[in-house]
């Protein structure tokens, strides 16, 4: 590409021929404002706050910097009395119609000098620039929204002003948009809202420690797969690693063995409706909060409520899922411990006070009593017994704006009424929903939760009833990381030391003298 000389500002730089100004302008520092522009949308100078004077061969014009490209000798001013007199002008253009947006108010205490605008200040907040039509329809593909009317009253909307099936909720509209007046505020459009643990990319990498460490796909959230269009990602990812057109293959191969490792998935915590999890915003699950405590979360490893704020008591629930005739009435293994865990980094970050509710505190392993022990001088308070529900019905003063816990304390026989900021649900572990497949696959035995059965719990604990077939892990049962690390495997049998029956090539052999 040709490369070709501009001065902005007095300031010379080199860039490739016909790059636009206002990337000419970033690149030397040099700060134009613009309320139209998008680097993923073809620029079209429509707000024109981006004006400029430019000189080119004795010839002076006023263009926009967004979509003007440059060519050899051109300069450039960006602030001379012709430019700030011509933005003043559009300023007082657009607070008429939109007269309290705070970024149009910061532009004209830039270009007004303090002064009322001429024309009068209006109550609208869209300023008309386009980004939400042109993102629908040029990357998303959606073609939802549009400009109806003309004049005064030209407005963005749908047609017809109705709500629109053609809608994925991307939200694309709402992140392109300069003055925020858009918001997805129906709880319809609400995609993926895990706040303040983050939303969901279309693109993301499933876990800190995942192996390989690769960034992931997700087609039901990606815009793509949906609507055929967009592909931002593979137009600026530089090492051109994106193919939407990749198919999944199989692939036969022929192995000797087989070793089943499919792991298990929490429970739902919305099949125990008493706690209020998705009723209440501040009713998290174990898993939520070890992704906020995480120190590459999203939150920093600070510990927040939905609205931002530090929590001042929190209350860890145990057992949810596990222990329980309605959902399982086995014990999980791993509650007791990862909520003591949580208790203490809720509370070395935040200093809130901590309640555990626990029906029996399983502490077996190394240094696990000594660790709950660790968290009772720290101040942790701990109740035994099962709450019975999770509301924010306020009866005494204490209890406005909390989530009240309501639970029977057994070792003191009273029913106990405790406020709280936040509810941390420590969910138990069951096997995976598609655990019956892939049985029926390998012709294996399930227990009645779904868990994989091995042959013998002592003799072939890793055994299944299938040749070649073998388990591991979190299928076989509810198992914490040392338990599924230690699990013994398969060893082949030893050769028999009796003297009948013994192989001809065996001998015993005389131990070695120490002397």
């Given at each position: ?257 087989i070793i089943v490792s499919t792991g298990f998935q ?99 392993g190394k240094g696990y009593e000594e660790f709950y ?74 227990s009645s939760d779904g868990w994989f059965l091995e ?61």
């Amino acid at each position: 590409m040709k490369m070709v000389k501009v001065t902005v500002d007095g300031i010379e730089t080199q860039v490739e021929d016909r790059t636009p100004l206002l990337q000419v302008a970033e690149k030397v520092g040099v700060k134009i404002p613009t309320l139209c522009h998008h680097p993923i949308i073809e620029p079209y100078g429509v707000c024109r706050i981006c004006t400029v004077e430019v000189k080119l061969r004795g010839r002076t014009r006023m263009v926009t910097a967004c979509n003007y490209p440059v060519s050899d000798g051109l300069e450039v001013l960006s602030d001379s009395p012709r430019v700030r007199r011509d933005r003043r002008l559009i300023l007082e253009w657009m607070l008429a119609r939109c007269g309290h947006l705070p970024l149009l108010e910061t532009l004209w205490a830039q270009y007004g000098g303090g002064a009322e605008p001429r024309f009068g200040r209006g109550d609208d907040d869209c300023i008309l620039c386009g980004l939400c039509v042109r993102v629908c329809s040029d990357i998303v593909g959606a073609n939802v929204l549009g400009f109806f009317s003309r004049g005064a009253t030209r407005e963005v909307t749908t047609a017809f002003g109705e709500t629109s099936e053609k809608c994925i909720a991307c939200g694309a509209c709402a992140y392109v948009c300069p003055t925020g007046c858009i918001s997805l505020e129906n709880e319809a459009a609400l995609v993926r809202d895990e706040l303040p643990l983050g939303p969901m990319t279309p693109i993301y990498i499933p876990t800190m420690q995942a192996v390989p460490h690769q960034p992931v796909i997700d087609r039901e959230s990606c815009i793509h797969f949906k609507t055929g269009a967009c592909e931002v990602c593979a137009a600026v990812c530089e090492a051109k690693a994106i193919n939407h057109k990749q198919e999944d293959r199989v692939e036969e191969v022929e192995v000797g063995t087989i070793i089943v490792s499919t792991g298990f998935q929490t429970v739902d915590a919305g099949r125990v409706p008493q706690y209020g999890y998705g009723q209440y915003p501040n009713v998290f699950t174990a898993l939520q909060v070890e992704h906020m405590v995480n120190a590459s979360g999203p939150t920093s490893g600070q510990i927040v409520l939905k609205d931002g704020q530090t929590p001042a008591a929190v209350g860890i629930i145990h057992c949810v899922g596990s222990r329980d005739k309605n959902t399982h009435e086995y014990c999980s293994r791993v509650c007791c411990m990862y909520s003591l865990k949580l208790a203490h980094l809720i509370h070395e970050r935040s200093g809130a006070k901590i309640y555990n509710f626990y029906i029996d505190m399983r502490a077996p392993g190394k240094g696990y009593e000594e660790f709950y022990n660790r968290l009772l001088e720290e101040g942790v308070e701990f109740i035994r017994g099962r709450v019975a529900e999770v509301n924010d019905w306020a009866v005494t003063p204490a209890e406005k704006n909390k989530l009240v816990i309501r639970v029977e304390d057994t070792l003191a026989g009273l029913v106990r009424r405790i406020p709280v900021d936040m509810v941390v649900l420590s969910t138990g572990l069951e096997a995976r929903a598609d655990a019956t497949d892939v049985r029926r696959m390998f012709n294996m035995s399930c227990s009645s939760d779904g868990w994989f059965l091995e042959r013998h719990p002592k003799l072939a604990p890793v055994d299944t009833f299938t040749d070649g077939v073998f388990i591991a892990g979190c299928a076989q049962g509810p198992k914490d990381i040392p338990d599924t690390v230690a699990r013994p495997g398969r060893r082949p049998p030893r050769p028999c030391r009796s003297s009948i029956g013994a192989p001809s090539s065996w001998r015993p052999t005389r131990p070695t003298s120490t002397r």
